[in-house]
């Protein structure tokens, strides 16, 4: 298993921008897919974007063109740039990493956005 902790998170007004960081214990190379999901208060936890080695990225619907997601796999470290943030956004934001007998989770990190 690889240990992910993230960061970044907070309170910010709606249009503004945040950018998470989630940092791999170990090196990334092996790590076939890392993704940020996000789980609001009553909600079951959801996709917000992930990232294969190569550097193929994939959306929820609801982020496409406000949120982007890339990794420095020198780092260890992947990334989630959230900007024209909106109410609807906050929730606790967590890391995965998934790979060959691999699925991480970090400890998650909250994103609220007031209107």
């Known amino acids: 298993q690889v240990q992910l902790v993230e960061s970044g998170g907070g309170l910010v007004q709606a249009g503004g921008s945040l950018r998470l960081s989630c940092a791999a214990s170990?090196?990334?190379?092996?790590?076939?897919?890392m993704g940020w999901y996000r789980q609001a208060p009553g909600k079951q936890r959801e996709l917000v974007a992930t990232i294969t080695s190569g550097g193929s990225t994939n959306y929820a619907d609801s982020v496409k063109g406000r949120f982007t997601i890339s990794r420095d796999n020198a780092k260890n470290t992947v990334y989630l740039q959230m900007n024209s943030l909106k109410p609807e956004d906050t929730a606790v934001y967590y890391c995965?990493?998934?790979?060959?007998?691999?699925?991480?989770w970090g400890q998650g990190t909250q994103v609220t956005v007031s209107s």
């Open positions: 995965n990493a998934l790979g060959n007998l691999l699925d991480s």
């Open positions: 170990r090196s990334a190379f092996s790590i076939a897919i």
